[in-house]
């Protein structure tokens, strides 16, 4: 994930969590304003356990998602279904 949006020009922190890594990234308004950069940013996350959207008092938005560390090896067949946003 944290790959995908590097390549997207975003700046994505990874968190390792207690149980689940945590990725999660600053939303610039030039990905707010464009439907097709929104897109490509849940493309990213739809590969997460749960994903989510905050907006901070000072106006800003951090997107993040998370992954469990104890995800079966079919990880992909059993992802996306408890997504928030």
Same mark, same amino acid.
């Given at each position: 994930?944290?790959?995908?949006?590097?390549?997207?020009?975003?700046?994505?922190?990874?968190?390792?969590?207690?149980?689940?890594?945590?990725?999660?990234?600053?939303?610039?308004?030039? @990905? *707010?304003?464009? $439907?097709?950069?929104?897109?490509?940013?849940?493309? #990213?996350? &739809?590969? /997460?356990?749960?994903?989510?959207? @905050? *907006?901070?008092? $000072?106006?800003?938005?951090?997107?993040?998602?998370? #992954?469990? &560390?104890? /995800?079966?090896?079919?990880?992909?067949? *059993?992802?996306?279904?408890?997504?928030?946003?």
């Amino acid at each position: 994930m944290a790959a995908r949006l590097s390549d997207a020009g975003l700046t994505p922190r990874v968190l390792d969590h207690s149980g689940h890594l945590c990725v999660e990234t600053e939303v610039p308004e030039s @990905v *707010v304003s464009r $439907a097709d950069s929104w897109q490509e940013l849940l493309s #990213v996350w &739809e590969t /997460a356990d749960w994903f989510g959207l @905050v *907006v901070t008092s $000072a106006g800003g938005r951090i997107a993040w998602a998370a #992954v469990s &560390e104890n /995800a079966p090896a079919t990880a992909s067949g *059993v992802r996306g279904h408890s997504h928030q946003l």
